[in-house]
């Protein structure tokens, strides 16, 4: 059937004695259904009809950008070509410690002048002139021993700032690498054991020292129990101590005699620390030294 301007319009009359053909021409695209003349309906698909409405909804909330940084859980900044902001959502706000201000319609370097001269402007401008998307980790401009990650986009004509804080990461990062050394000094240092205990008392990790103590490889007490290693008439005791400390009832300082692979006893005096994860318990760490120097050397040159 032809598709030209006379199919854009049907009379009333001729849609209800030929309403098969009109609604395969009306499925294509809408039609204006007149009366003596005068054009007073759209005849269109159920599917057109459902866009235009949505698109309709649309229209009448046109700020749906604003909506969505609003409920973001990053500081989201988007600027014009100059640099003139024209969004900020209340988590950037924050982060920047500019709760109670107005920061739309100013400059960015001007509204946050910690950022001048920061690797974040430097960003900032590479991902205007070169189109790439930018991000780095940097310590915070705004807060004291604080971190954001950056990331700067282009958007539309202009440019995006997304912020998150990771602080703790940082932090619990930095606090890894501070075990580490402590472990490693301690390695040095011989005289100071390290073990981890499970939630039932068996031995995860032993460190050297504690081997050479106790004159056993480290495949020999991994998965030994931690008390059959103590003492015959000291075992109740060490036993008790380590089921108080995995209830939380508090860490405990141990003195007792390990049984050594040479039939020996060696004294030692440690420490039993719970061991806390993110889900509860995860074990215990024992921290223990053989009582090797005189009173006289722990006493030091007089």
Same mark, same amino acid.
């Given at each position: 059937?032809?598709?030209?301007?006379?199919?854009?319009?049907?009379?009333?009359a001729e849609l209800?004695? *030929?309403?098969?053909?009109?609604?395969?021409?009306?499925?294509?695209?809408?039609?204006?259904?007149?009366?003596?003349?005068?054009?007073?309906?759209?005849?269109?698909?159920?599917?057109?009809?459902?866009?235009?409405?949505?698109?309709?909804?649309?229209?009448? *909330?046109?700020?749906?950008?604003? #909506?969505? =940084?609003?409920?973001?859980?990053?500081?989201?900044?988007? !600027?014009?070509?100059?640099?003139?902001?024209?969004?900020?959502?209340?988590?950037? @706000?924050?982060?920047?410690?500019?709760?109670?201000?107005? @920061? #739309?319609?100013?400059?960015?370097?001007?509204?946050? $002048?910690?950022?001048?001269?920061?690797?974040?402007?430097?960003?900032?401008?590479?991902?205007?002139?070169?189109? #790439?998307?930018?991000? =780095?980790? /940097?310590?915070?401009?705004?807060?004291?021993?604080?971190?954001?990650?950056?990331?700067?986009? $282009?958007?539309?004509?202009?440019?995006?700032?997304? &912020?998150?804080?990771?602080?703790?990461?940082?932090?619990?990062h930095r606090l890894?690498?501070?075990?580490?050394?402590?472990?490693?000094?301690?390695?040095?240092?011989?005289? +100071?054991?390290?073990?981890? @205990?499970? *939630?039932?008392?068996?031995?995860?990790?032993?460190? =050297?020292? /504690?081997?050479? &103590?106790?004159? &056993?490889?480290?495949?020999?007490?991994?998965?030994?129990?931690?008390?059959?290693?103590?003492?015959?008439?000291?075992?109740?005791?060490?036993?008790?101590?380590?089921e108080a400390v995995?209830?939380?009832?508090?860490?405990?300082?141990?003195? %007792?005699? @390990?049984?050594?692979?040479?039939?020996?006893?060696?004294?030692?005096?440690? %420490?039993?620390?719970?061991?806390?994860?993110?889900?509860?318990?995860?074990?215990? +760490?024992?921290?223990?030294?053989?009582? !090797?120097?005189?009173?006289?050397?722990?006493?030091?040159?007089?």
């Open positions: 059937m032809p598709d030209d301007i006379s199919d854009r319009s049907v009379t009333a209800v004695r *030929n309403f098969a053909h009109w609604r395969e021409i009306g499925a294509r695209h809408p039609l204006l259904i007149t009366h003596h003349g005068r054009e007073t309906h759209v005849f269109m698909g159920l599917d057109r009809f459902k866009a235009l409405a949505s698109q309709d909804e649309f229209d009448q *909330n046109p700020d749906r950008l604003r #909506e969505l =940084a609003v409920r973001m859980a990053q500081g989201l900044i988007l !600027c014009r070509a100059d640099f003139r902001i024209d969004l900020i959502n209340p988590v950037a @706000l924050a982060m920047a410690r500019r709760w109670d201000r107005r @920061l #739309e319609g100013q400059m960015l370097w001007d509204a946050l $002048p910690e950022l001048v001269g920061t690797l974040t402007e430097a960003h900032a401008r590479h991902s205007q002139v070169s189109g #790439e998307i930018s991000a =780095a980790d /940097i310590p915070s401009p705004f807060r004291d021993d604080s971190w954001l990650h950056v990331e700067t986009f $282009p958007f539309a004509d202009g440019i995006g700032l997304l &912020l998150r804080d990771i602080t703790s990461d940082v932090q619990r890894a690498d501070v075990k580490s050394a402590i472990l490693k000094a301690m390695g040095i240092h011989g005289g +100071v054991g390290y073990a981890r @205990l499970s *939630n039932r008392g068996f031995i995860e990790y032993v460190d =050297a020292t /504690i081997c050479t &103590l106790v004159g &056993l490889p480290e495949a020999r007490l991994i998965n030994a129990y931690m008390t059959d290693l103590i003492a015959l008439p000291q075992r109740p005791q060490f036993r008790q101590e380590l995995l209830r939380g009832e508090g860490d405990r300082r141990v003195q %007792a005699h @390990l049984l050594t692979n040479g039939g020996a006893l060696l004294p030692m005096e440690g %420490a039993l620390v719970q061991l806390r994860g993110t889900y509860g318990t995860e074990g215990v +760490v024992l921290v223990m030294t053989p009582p !090797c120097l005189s009173e006289n050397d722990q006493a030091g040159p007089q």
